[in-house]
Antibody, heavy 123, light 107 residues
Framework: EVQLVESGGGLVQPGGSLRFSCAAS????????MDWVRQAPGKGLEWVGR??????????EYAASVKGRFTISRDDSQNSLYLQMDSLKTEDTAVYYC??????????????WGQGTLLTVSS | DIQLTQSPSFLSASVGDRVTITCRAS??????LAWYQQTPGKAPRLLIY???TLQSGVPSRFSGSGSATEFTLTISSLQPEDFATYYC?????????FGGGTKVEIK
């Protein structure tokens, strides 16, 4: 069974930093692109970013709202995905989900999601 | 950037009703669209990908159609467990984007 478990959530002051982890199991982690998606309280879903797999150079993509402040990385030996968040703003407050991507027809879809971890940015 | 507009934002329906949700893209995205279902406090669940392909394990009362800029998600006979919020997502180009969501509530 595919499992994704996020951790690392908490309360941070504006301008602070935090790192989320996503532990993967039940599938070959290294074979999959991975995304982060967030959801502010009472709001809709917002795509945060993506990391490709080793054969694609572990390259990344980011939403404009987080580019230059957030960094996605992965450790395939640990079956883990990370989201390093710096220069945090109050508008980054959200539940953050990691998601496994499946490849179909030349593009990728999120077929499995973690339960989410909450980031609160407040003074 | 590609914008997705869902309609309606909210709908009230009864068990057994046929429900249709529309997602319009600001530019053509071929069939590079997914639909997700989210219940309160839970992660989204993939229902449909490539506009019309049913994800494994999803009941056949869910169906998707459309291409280019207009897409629909149809629930043929609404069940109690279907009361949730539904989102479309385009995966054609970066940044990926979601529609604003459609909340389906019990009439």
């Amino acid at each position: 069974e595919v499992q994704l478990v996020e951790s690392g959530g908490g309360l941070v002051q504006p301008g602070g930093s935090l790192r989320f982890s996503c532990a993967a199991s039940g599938f070959t982690f290294s074979d999959h692109y991975m995304d982060w998606v967030r959801q502010a309280p009472g709001k809709g879903l917002e795509w945060v970013g993506r990391i490709r797999k080793k054969v694609n150079g572990y390259t990344t993509e980011y939403a404009a709202s987080v580019k230059g402040r957030f960094t996605i990385s992965r450790d395939d030996s640990q079956n883990s995905l990370y989201l390093q968040m710096d220069s945090l703003k109050t508008e980054d407050t959200a539940v953050y989900y990691c998601a496994r991507m499946i490849h179909y027809g030349g593009v990728f879809y999120s077929d499995s999601w973690g339960q989410g971890t909450l980031l609160t940015v407040s003074s | 950037d590609i914008q997705l507009t869902q309609s309606p934002s909210f709908l009230s329906a009864s068990v057994g009703d046929r429900v249709t949700i529309t997602c319009r893209a600001s530019q053509g995205i071929n069939s590079y669209l997914a639909w997700y279902q989210q219940t309160p406090g839970k992660a989204p669940r993939l229902l449909i990908y490539a506009a019309s392909t049913l994800q494994s394990g999803v009941p056949s009362r869910f169906s998707g159609s459309g291409s280019a800029t207009e897409f629909t998600l149809t629930i043929s006979s609404l069940q109690p467990e279907d009361f949730a919020t539904y989102y479309c997502q385009q995966v054609k180009g970066y940044p990926l984007s979601f529609g604003g969501g459609t909340k389906v509530e019990i009439k």
